[in-house]
């Protein structure tokens, strides 16, 4: 399974951002997909996921201002980021995993990009 992340970039405090991630295969019939983020000399930690039911969950800090989706005829899923804060700042990357109770665990996931920057500056 190959993911390709894009629409990462520098923007201001309060802007916007659409992150995409394009898996070019599908392993497993149940799935789950995810967004984690690492900043310098921090862990990996989730932000958002979604599954093949449409189920999603987000962590605290993004609920209402970050919308995970996916275009299954398109095999990809989005990340939109409004109101971006300078905590915002990170290395995004996509994961792909099967459906399951770990999904908010990067330890969950099989498969991942290559990661897509992300700046919020003051």
């Known amino acids: 399974v190959q993911l390709v992340e894009s629409g990462g970039g520098s923007v201001q405090v309060g802007g916007s951002l659409r992150l995409s991630c394009v898996a070019f295969e599908f392993t497993y019939s149940s799935y789950c997909m995810g967004w984690f983020r690492q900043a310098p000399g921090k862990g990996r930690d989730w932000v958002a996921v979604?599954?093949?039911?449409?189920?999603?969950a987000y962590i605290d800090s993004v609920k209402g201002r970050f919308t995970i989706s996916q275009d299954n005829a398109k095999n990809t899923v989005y990340l939109q980021m409004n109101n971006l804060k300078p905590e915002d700042s990170a290395m995004y990357y996509c994961?792909?995993?099967?459906?399951?109770?770990?999904?908010?665990?990067?330890?969950?996931?099989?498969?991942w990009g290559q990661g897509t920057q992300v700046t919020v500056s003051s």
């Open positions: 994961a792909y995993g099967p459906s399951g109770g770990g999904w908010l665990r990067p330890g969950w996931y099989h498969y």
């Open positions: 979604i599954d093949s039911d449409g189920r999603t």
